[in-house]
């Protein structure tokens, strides 16, 4: 599993123990903290205005090409929807290493990852919004599997692997994930 997807996992696990479901994990009630700005622009109101333009899909289900420089663009993605707390995309683009995880008895992804998002600094979310991957320091594994390792991040602030850790993208289904 990634460590960036460990990372929330060990947060949830800390938070409510690992025989928790993801709906026991969330027993409190979300309402009673205030969303984040980006959460409450995304938030639909009461009455869809008849103007409105229809939702746009999470940025993740942009395919890449299968090269190593696609794997690259396709985790910059994530890291980028980390940043701006984009759960649909997060959770696209993790999702096989976060169905790992579930399967080992954490929350769904889209539980685990709220409680991430709140560990993050605003100024280390701010740097994940524009951060980027050096790519000499990524590592082919197998033709359709890269490890995208802590220091290949490019940010604004210095992120170590305790904090982002290392992903492996894997190429499936047409597009690539992080599978561990």
Known sequence: ????????????????????SGDE?????????????SARAEEPSAEPSPSAPAE???????SMPRTK?????????YLRAVGREDIDTV??????AAKQAEDQGFGPCTSTFL????????TQKKALRTATVDPQRVTMVAPDKFEMPADSVK?????SDSEIGSSTLEY?????YITD
């Open 56 to 62: 746009k899909p999470p940025t993740g289900d942009q």
């Open 115 to 122: 409680v991430t998002f709140r560990m993050i600094s605003p």
């Open 1 to 20: 599993m990634s460590a960036a997807v460990m990372v929330g996992v060990v947060l949830v696990a800390s938070a409510c123990g690992p025989e928790k």
């Open 69 to 77: 420089e696609g794997a690259i663009q396709r985790y910059e993605q």
């Open 172 to 176: 499936l289904k047409d597009n690539w």
């Open 155 to 159: 940010a604004s602030v210095t992120f």
């Open 25 to 37: 994990a969330g027993a409190k009630p979300e309402k009673s903290s205030q969303p984040s700005a």
């Open 91 to 96: 959770c696209e683009v993790a999702g096989p």
